[in-house]
């Protein structure tokens, strides 16, 4: 989508001299990079200069541009926090990525209640609580956890106490001697604060006092020959020991620390981080980054501090480097305003600091070497397999695909599907599905015709909205529009879709994969030109993988509406009587026979029900009476068929069975 009213030389003159972020776009009007500039005048124009050398990535980025935008800030430290907020919103395709973003578990001590709780937390948040971690594992949180509660018998509930003490009965920890049950007022707010210290206490890393008080209760316990007991005390004990041994590497000063060593392949790069703790090493995690091959380690780098700790909840004192980076001296800043406190970068250059880092690095190549293989796999199957498919049709840039389906049984209940996939991955926040509307009966040309025209008409609409800001892009979920289109069929399933496009006026290549007599792709249908396509490749495996889930996302729709279609009651088949008025008929009665025998005053005396409702239900089943009972008495209809059955004993009750499964059927 391409801007024909953007010059870019008439708009690099108005650019200000003030600190600022820009973003960059494409030919399809997506953002591909994003940076932040002490003066947006120079930096801008340092793109579209010839002279300059730019380097291999920037190079290319700067011929897909083709209009620019800006904002302006106050400081250059305002420009790299939005830096920052907008490349994680984006994913830029052209600035170093962190491929991990995940979120980090504590440990949170309500401190500020009466009755404290140990929770786990995603989050640190400023209030009045205490928080430990982060832990780079969620089961170790749930471990300690688990075991601070036996030790200490912590409560796990949301009551409000003092306040609602006594109110309800204990819950089952109380029985079970995992909880001291201060909502019954059975300890004291002085013993169990005394508990809560203790547990902060271990926290904090000081094991020796609950292990020496476990071992005093386990002796205790077995001189009293309460051997049960004896044994419990024993088991938390080993417990205590395991999870202190995780922690076994510590430094003597005991400050907060993140030690980062990384190691750089070609485009991949791996970044691993320790995390120290109060002087010990609670954890380790490694970071994908997804970078150029030209790039530097300190650029590498520098793009990981800004992301990562962008989002982390938590911030220690230190940061320990493997080298020097750009920027430093700013990042610190926005550190430290993020912290509240000092937050120093460091580069160590000897001792046990730099020791610690070299380590980090060595960690850092062992992960790389040994997911080198994988990852080259899992490119190969993804972006790969795209890079072949455009081979085979002659054609570059794809990077969306979007597959179609349609599923109906016999005609009913029509749905159609539409799966997304970018760089050959799924991106199943895109996926969308159709209830058809307008076509009944099993006509796979009409229904594709209708999924794909409110597909992009609703697209075309948002867009339009979009560019008078009348919405939020966030709440665009058919703006962006596909590379290529994949047809599950061949000629005709594509001359569908490229009627549609011509219709609405937009341009997009379609493809239709050719089936063979068993229903197996055996080759790809473009521009009225059937392509072979090789069964072993990457590429065949990748469009069979989009085939198989647009096929499974039709079905799964169409069977949840089928279910939903089944769970139904003669009841709402009558005028008026929605589902609160047929729960509360059915509250009311026992069984369909005494709906059918209530009167309308019976019936207009319910929860929901009017008089006008109550003579629609009595309306419907006397007019349904009326339709099925014979013409005659009750005796004359009864005599009919006893001699019905007399002369018929055999006929009769198939004629019955035929006439349910009709109904059946018909349902």
């Not at 960690?363 to 795209?386: C, F, K, P, S």
Request: proline share 4%; with cysteine; aromatic share 8%.
């Amino acid at each position: 989508m391409e801007n024909e009213f953007f010059d870019i030389e008439e708009e690099l003159k108005k650019l200000p001299a003030k600190p600022g972020v820009y973003l960059m776009h494409d030919e399809k009007d997506a953002i591909i990079y994003v940076g932040k500039a002490v003066k947006l005048k120079n930096r801008v124009r340092q793109y579209f200069q010839s002279s300059r050398n730019k380097g291999a990535k920037i190079e290319q980025m700067v011929t897909h541009i083709r209009r620019f935008e800006y904002i302006v800030t106050d400081s250059e430290l305002e420009a790299l926090i939005l830096e920052c907020n907008l490349i994680k919103e984006h994913h830029p395709k052209y600035n170093t990525m962190l491929m991990d973003d995940k979120t980090y578990p504590y440990i949170k001590v309500t401190v500020g209640e009466a009755f404290p709780r140990v929770m786990f937390s995603r989050t640190k948040k400023k209030d009045k609580s205490k928080y430990f971690g982060p832990y780079t594992s969620a089961g170790a949180v749930k471990e300690i956890l688990e075991l601070l509660r036996k030790v200490y018998r912590i409560r796990t509930c949301n009551r409000s106490l003092p306040k609602d003490t006594g109110k309800e009965r204990p819950c089952l920890n109380y029985h079970i001697h995992r909880c001291l049950a201060p909502c019954q007022g059975y300890i004291s707010q002085e013993a169990y604060r005394e508990n809560i210290d203790r547990v902060v206490d271990f926290l904090n890393g000081n094991v020796g006092e609950i292990t020496r008080s476990l071992k005093e209760k386990m002796e205790q316990a077995s001189e009293n020959m309460e051997f049960e007991r004896a044994m419990e005390y024993r088991e938390l004990l080993k417990e205590v020991r395991a999870i202190s041994q995780k922690q076994k590497m510590s430094q003597s000063d005991g400050d907060d620390r993140d030690v980062i060593g990384i190691a750089q392949k070609d485009a991949d790069a791996v970044v691993q981080v320790f995390f120290v703790r109060d002087g010990r090493l609670i954890g380790r995690e490694h970071f994908y980054m997804k970078a150029a091959a030209q790039d530097t380690t300190d650029q590498i780098l520098r793009d990981f501090l800004t992301q990562f700790y962008s989002g982390t909840p938590y911030l220690p004192r230190e940061l320990m480097l493997p080298c020097d980076i750009a920027d430093a001296a700013l990042i610190e800043e926005w550190l430290t305003e993020r912290r509240g406190q000092k937050v120093t970068i460091r580069v160590p250059k000897i001792g046990t600091k730099e020791k610690l880092v070299e380590l980090a690095g060595q960690n850092a190549r062992l992960v790389l070497d040994q997911d080198m293989e994988r990852i080259r796999r899992e490119e190969a199957r993804t972006v790969g397999a795209v890079r072949q498919l455009e081979e085979i049709l002659g054609v570059e840039g794809l990077e969306r695909l979007e597959a179609y389906d349609i599923s109906n049984i016999s005609g009913f209940a029509g749905v159609g599907s539409m799966v997304v996939y970018e760089q050959g991955r799924p991106k199943r926040s895109d996926y969308r599905k159709f209830r058809l509307r307008t076509v009944e009966g099993p006509n796979d040309y009409a229904s594709m015709k209708e999924v794909l025209t409110r597909r992009f008409v609703h697209g075309m609409e948002e867009n339009k909205k979009l560019r008078e800001k009348e919405m939020s892009a966030e709440y665009g979920s058919f703006t962006k529009y596909p590379d290529l289109i994949l047809m599950d069929g061949g000629k005709g399933q594509v001359h569908i879709a490229l009627e549609v496009l011509a219709e609405l006026g937009l341009q997009i290549p379609v493809c239709g994969m050719v089936k063979d007599d068993h229903h197996r792709t055996r080759g790809l249908y473009y521009e009225d030109v059937e392509y072979a396509i090789d069964r072993r490749s990457e590429c065949f495996h990748l469009l069979t993988r989009i085939q198989d889930e647009a096929h499974r996302f039709a079905i799964e729709y169409h069977r949840s509406l089928r279910s939903k279609g089944q769970v139904r009651s003669v009841l709402d088949d009558i005028p008026g009587i929605g589902p609160a008025r047929r729960k509360a008929l059915m509250r009311a009665f026992p069984s369909l026979e005494e709906i059918k025998a209530a009167t309308a005053e019976q019936l207009a005396g319910l929860e929901g029900m009017n008089r006008r409702a109550a003579e629609q239900v009595v309306s419907f089943f006397h007019k349904e009476e009326s339709v099925q009972k014979p013409s005659g008495s009750p005796q004359q209809d009864l005599e009919a068929v006893d001699n019905n059955m007399e002369k018929e004993p055999e006929q009769a009750p198939d004629r019955s069975r035929k006439s349910k499964s009709d109904h059946d059927m018909a349902n």
